[in-house]
């Protein structure tokens, strides 16, 4: 069992900036492909950027050039640093991590809260 729990989100001014962190524990968190996703009101959820357990990484083509995900083994984090950001931005935010090997091994965090508004 792997518990993440997501910290970082709040209210910015379209054009700002937040970091999210995504901290986790109860499994061995370099063998876990970890996203980064959102979900906004009455919308599905949809992946934002993810990074493999060898350090590749995807991003969503509405946050490319924007938005940057890496991770720190050594601390079993996992961060989205998210710049320029837009109303469009707004949604719960959710950290993923899926077992490298066995894709049924596959948690989230509770999520967090991002608004872009002035």
């Known amino acids: 069992q792997v518990q993440l729990v997501e910290s970082g989100g709040g209210l910015v001014q379209p054009g700002g900036s937040l970091r999210l962190s995504c901290i986790t524990s109860g499994s061995i968190f370099s063998l876990y492909h970890m996203g980064w996703y959102r979900q906004a009101p009455g919308k599905q959820r949809e992946l934002v950027a993810s990074?493999?357990?060898?350090?590749?990484?995807n991003y969503a083509d509405s946050v490319k050039d924007r938005f940057t995900i890496s991770r720190d083994n050594a601390k079993s984090t996992v961060d989205l640093q998210m710049n320029s950001l837009k109303p469009e931005d707004t949604a719960v935010y959710y950290c993923?991590?899926?077992?490298?090997?066995?894709?049924?091994?596959?948690?989230w965090g509770q999520g967090t809260q991002v608004t872009v508004s002035s």
């Open positions: 993923n991590a899926k077992h490298r090997f066995n894709s049924g091994r596959n948690y």
């Open positions: 990074i493999t357990s060898g350090g590749s990484t």
